[in-house]
């Protein structure tokens, strides 16, 4: 198909190649659309497309997912840190459409959500993120950010510096749950635990569903606070993919230095990092597609 008319049948040959500039290796096929008459070549439209440096993204992908910060990975891999930022944006735009094109593929029939806290740049300015992860096979459904209003002690202090902040996590919500539908057509069950904002939304897209709550638990030691201490716990599915999301993304884990500046950027990573965790999870082992 030519990328340029969207013509399936099109008329297309080949009209000689070029090489990268990142290397002799890199060689791509040109190719001529005589319906339209115009040129594309093998990379138009994919994540490489006129980008020099084409060697780094799975790099990039890997290393941004296993707790390395960005100012780490961009003296790894020997770039600037606004070449790493530039990337990591492109690459998330990428695996976005990836994890939306497979959620019709789940056919997921439990599914666990809830909602994590983080901040960004100071505990004054919380940020919460909302995830669903399907049951046993802890594939991960969505990640939404959203800012929300201090608590607590803080919320005066919050007030005070920075203003009212305004409360996202019912759209966060939303968007997650319109996720869900697409991923489970025939759900069965949903799990969370007792937030009372919760059972709006279970009952506003799947009112004929069984939703079960459980009371919340403290948090034990390990697991980055997010894995439960003492017996069985009926999140535990949930909780460890929290877990593993903290311990991954470098600006997550708790007691650091790294913290989110912008929390547009923390999407991108949790979109990079959902690609990342569900193609682990189905055995994949190249993970972009150049």
């Known amino acids: 198909m030519c990328p340029n008319c969207k013509t399936e049948n099109a008329r297309v040959k080949r009209k000689g190649f070029f ?6 290796t890199h060689r791509v096929q040109r190719f001529f659309c005589n319906d339209c008459k115009r040129g594309f ?3 138009t439209g994919k994540l490489s497309y006129r980008d020099h440096k084409v060697h780094l993204y799975e790099q990039v992908l890997r290393a941004g997912c296993a707790g390395v910060s960005q100012r780490r990975m961009a003296e790894m891999l020997n770039i600037h840190p606004d070449t790493l930022a530039k990337k990591l944006v ?3 735009s990428h695996v976005q459409k990836k994890n939306l094109s497979k959620l019709s593929s789940f056919k997921a029939k439990h599914i666990m959500f809830d909602e994590m806290e983080t901040f960004e740049h100071t505990k004054c300015k919380p940020l919460s ?3 669903a992860v399907e049951e046993k096979t802890r594939r991960i459904i969505g990640l939404e950010v959203a800012s929300m209003p201090a608590k607590g002690k803080l919320a005066r202090i919050s007030r005070k510096k920075y203003g009212l902040r305004v409360d996202e996590r019912s759209k ?3 968007a997650l749950f319109e996720k ?3 991923s489970a057509p025939n759900l069965v069950s949903l799990k969370s635990d007792k937030c009372p904002r919760y059972p709006k939304f279970s009952k506003k897209y799947f009112a004929e569903v069984d939703h079960k709550v459980f009371k919340g638990r403290r948090a034990c030691v390990v697991g980055q606070g997010e894995l439960k201490a003492g017996g069985f716990d009926p999140l535990f599915w949930l909780n460890h993919t929290c877990a593993m999301v903290r311990d991954n993304l470098k600006r997550l884990v708790r007691k650091t230095w ?3 500046k912008k929390p547009a950027m923390l999407q991108c990573l949790l979109n990079i990092y959902q690609y990342y965790h569900n193609a682990k999870r189905s055995g994949c ?3 972009v597609g150049l």
């Open 41 to 43: 070549s093998s990379q």
């Open 258 to 260: 790294c913290t989110t």
């Open 172 to 174: 966060a919500l939303e």
């Open 129 to 131: 993120i909302a995830i």
């Open 285 to 287: 082992g190249r993970l």
């Open 19 to 24: 090489f990268k500039k990142a290397g002799r």
């Open 90 to 92: 492109r690459i998330s």
């Open 180 to 182: 869900i539908r697409i």
